[in-house]
């Protein structure tokens, strides 16, 4: 089925540990988007790929690395996981400035101890 | 220290009533507006979007309302059904800064049968 696959979907990191989130989508978007959402709030924006070979932080940046590495794939990864990263995680795609076409995936609950 | 979670505003319907979900968002130069809603493990779907040149939008079902003046947004639900129960939120795009969506806080919708 066409769509936004995120892996893995659970994730217990401990302090210090790092991890890479992995998305991959095929309906050929060419923006991807990583997000978080924490209980009881809206999804913030980490990072951004508007189109492949590029990348830009968003509103919360912080502690967070990613790589577009083609058209399908953008990947998330925490160098040294803290607690304050407990959330979820979300990756999106959509076609260039277009909210309707965006396309999320089921996201990676992620807990740091 | 550890950040505790906001409570969502909430929303409680009877079945049949019409559901009324505002939001205010923040950026007066915003282009594009979307709502969205999320049931619980899931990620966020399209429901209704609406363009900065119009103030009205009907769908399927949903009404969405935008007062540009006051910076505020509405969608309205017509005879709420208990698949509706979930949390919906706005988002708002700026159309050249990369087509990232910026999210509101949520609100959670509960139908009483």
């Known amino acids: 089925n066409a769509g936004v696959t995120q892996t893995p979907k659970f994730q217990v990191l401990k302090t210090g540990q790092s991890m890479t989130l992995q998305c991959a989508q095929d309906?050929?978007?060419?923006?991807m988007y990583w997000y978080r959402q924490d209980p009881g709030m809206g999804l913030r924006l980490i990072y951004y790929?508007?189109?492949?070979?590029?990348?830009d932080k968003g509103e919360v940046p912080n502690g967070y690395n990613v790589s577009r590495l083609n058209k399908r794939e953008f990947s998330l990864r925490l160098e040294s996981a803290a607690p304050s990263q407990t959330s979820v995680y979300f990756c999106a795609s959509s076609e260039n400035n277009a909210g309707r076409g965006y396309t999320f995936g089921s996201g990676t609950r992620l807990t740091v101890v | 220290g550890e950040s505790v979670g906001l409570h969502l505003p909430t929303l409680s319907v009877q079945e049949g009533d019409n559901s009324i979900i505002n939001c205010a968002y923040s950026?007066?130069?915003?282009?594009?507006f979307i709502w969205y809603k999320q049931e619980s493990g899931k990620g966020p779907q399209f429901i209704i979007d609406?363009?900065?040149?119009?103030d009205k939008r009907q769908g399927q079902r949903v009404t969405v309302l935008l007062n540009k003046t006051v910076k505020h947004l509405s969608l309205q639900i017509a005879a709420t059904q208990p698949g509706d129960s979930a949390v919906y939120f706005c988002a708002e795009m700026i159309y050249n800064q990369g087509g990232k969506l910026i999210f509101g806080q949520g609100t959670e919708l509960s139908v009483k049968p």
């Open positions: 609406i363009r900065s040149n119009m």
């Open positions: 790929s508007a189109s492949e070979g590029t990348t």
């Open positions: 950026n007066s130069a915003s282009d594009y």
């Open positions: 309906m050929n978007h060419n923006s």
